[in-house]
């Protein structure tokens, strides 16, 4: 009974050392896994919304801008006049000067800052990169008019869409009928009418 007993105790102790041991090196590993995650690359404003329009396949509506030669020199301009520094690493941080140097950099060049872009300037640099970036509100489809394209490619820029009431040819009838037409961009619901598809099969679809 007493050789059990000490037996018993002996085990416990072992396996209470061995789950210590085991905790021991788990912990080493989770720390050691932390230490070798690489930290985030940071990233511009302007390179996110890139990439997220490139997803997106289409630009979303926005005023055109296209910087002049002297924006640095207005910049400069505007920031003697509201008393700050013009070196490139100047921060800018006071709220109050934040909103006049940003609103009289608008009135000057005819340009808002986006709310998306806001927080991320923080320095005078920061404001004149901001400025020297073009904004175009050109599709890819139109900017193709613009490019060398090879010769045995033809683009037809003026497509047509089809719309029961001025495709007659038969009687308004469409290949796909389950199919609508729905122009959805600002831009072009003038030039190209959509309509609405109703289900032929919806009726046959409601008897039950």
């Given at each position: 009974?007493?050789?059990?007993?000490?037996?018993?105790?002996?085990?416990?102790?072992?396996?209470?050392?061995?789950?210590?041991?085991?905790?021991?090196?788990?912990?080493?590993?989770?720390?050691?896994?932390?230490?070798?995650?690489?930290?985030?690359?940071?990233?511009?404003?302007?390179?996110?919304?890139?990439?997220?329009?490139?997803?997106?396949?289409?630009?979303?509506?926005?005023?055109?801008?296209?910087?002049?030669?002297?924006?640095?020199?207005?910049?400069?301009?505007?920031?003697?006049?509201?008393?700050?520094?013009?070196?490139?690493?100047?921060?800018?941080?006071?709220?109050?000067?934040?909103?006049?140097?940003?609103?009289a950099c608008e009135e000057e060049l005819q340009h808002p800052i986006?709310?998306a872009v806001l927080c991320y300037i923080e320095t005078i640099g920061?404001?004149?990169?901001?400025?020297?970036?073009?904004?175009?509100?050109v599709t890819p489809l139109d900017a193709m008019r613009s490019m060398?394209?090879?010769?045995?490619?033809?683009?037809?820029?003026?497509?047509?869409?089809?719309?029961?009431?001025?495709?007659?040819?038969?009687?308004?009838?469409?290949?796909?009928?389950?199919?609508?037409?729905?122009?959805?961009?600002?831009?072009?619901?003038?030039?190209?009418?959509?309509?609405?598809?109703?289900?032929?099969?919806?009726?046959?679809?409601?008897?039950?």
């Open positions: 009974m007493a050789a059990l007993i000490r037996h018993g105790f002996n085990s416990l102790k072992s396996s209470s050392t061995f789950l210590a041991v085991n905790t021991t090196s788990l912990r080493y590993d989770i720390t050691r896994f932390k230490t070798k995650k690489r930290p985030k690359e940071k990233t511009s404003r302007l390179e996110d919304e890139k990439m997220s329009l490139s997803c997106k396949g289409f630009l979303r509506y926005q005023k055109e801008y296209n910087p002049p030669e002297d924006v640095c020199d207005r910049i400069n301009k505007i920031c003697k006049t509201q008393q700050i520094s013009t070196v490139d690493e100047t921060k800018i941080e006071d709220p109050l000067q934040r909103f006049n140097l940003f609103l986006t709310n920061d404001l004149k990169n901001y400025y020297k970036t073009p904004v175009g509100n060398d394209l090879p010769k045995n490619l033809h683009i037809n820029y003026e497509y047509v869409r089809f719309h029961p009431d001025t495709d007659t040819l038969f009687n308004g009838q469409t290949a796909f009928p389950k199919s609508s037409n729905l122009v959805t961009g600002l831009k072009y619901k003038k030039k190209y009418p959509g309509h609405y598809q109703d289900n032929p099969f919806l009726d046959n679809m409601l008897k039950v």
